[in-house]
């Protein structure tokens, strides 16, 4: 199983090194990693710097701007059992969605499908039968996260105020 871990942003130089942006709490955990995926094919990393939050990636299958131009907006993935471990309270991407989110009375709120960041913090889309809910993804929202297990327990008041379903008072 994969995990995405990083999605291309443009060339960066005439040597086919790319710039990524992390999708990953950590962006130095790429200098961990030895093989990525782009679209199932596997490339080798030469090198890896981190700079200003950004990664830049020196591939050995890309050898020219050309060639990292066709990358442009691509996803970057590792295989899942490389991922670091991390601490408490963080999850990766991958964890959280297709994770089913119910209420603290068992009434469930929907499912998980995309994960976003907006800056300040992640935001969950939530499918609830053919709608779509954007949640920002807070600790006093979501106050159960069990990834094993894909279920995620949320503040039903908290949720419906910020979703703006309903403000309850």
């Given at each position: 199983m994969k995990a995405i871990v990083g999605k291309i942003l443009k060339p960066q130089g005439v040597?086919?090194?790319?710039?990524?942006?992390?999708?990953?709490?950590?962006?130095?955990?790429?200098?961990?990693?030895?093989?990525?995926?782009?679209?199932?094919?596997?490339?080798t990393i030469e090198k890896v710097r981190v700079?200003?939050?950004?990664?830049?990636?020196?591939?050995?299958?890309?050898?020219?701007r050309n060639i990292a131009e066709q990358m442009r907006d691509k996803i970057i993935e590792i295989e899942k059992t490389n991922l670091p471990k991390l601490e408490?309270?963080?999850?990766?991407?991958?964890?959280?969605?297709?994770?089913?989110?119910?209420f603290e009375?068992?009434?469930?709120?929907?499912k998980v499908t995309e994960v976003n960041n907006y800056g300040a913090?992640?935001?969950?889309?939530?499918?609830?039968?053919?709608?779509?809910?954007?949640?920002?993804?807070?600790?006093?929202?979501?106050l159960e996260v069990d990834v094993e297990n894909k279920k995620i327990i949320a503040?039903?008041?908290?949720?419906?105020?910020v979703t703006e379903g309903e403000i309850l008072k």
């Open positions: 040597r086919g090194e790319i710039k990524v942006e992390p999708l990953v709490p950590n962006a130095d955990c790429f200098r961990g990693f030895k093989t990525v995926f782009i679209e199932d094919k596997s490339y700079h200003e939050g950004h990664i830049y990636l020196a591939l050995s299958e890309i050898k020219d408490e309270g963080l999850y990766y991407v991958t964890d959280l969605e297709g994770c089913v989110v119910y009375n068992g009434e469930k709120a929907g913090s992640d935001v969950l889309t939530i499918m609830d039968g053919s709608e779509e809910v954007l949640c920002p993804f807070l600790p006093f929202i979501f503040d039903k008041k908290h949720y419906l105020e």
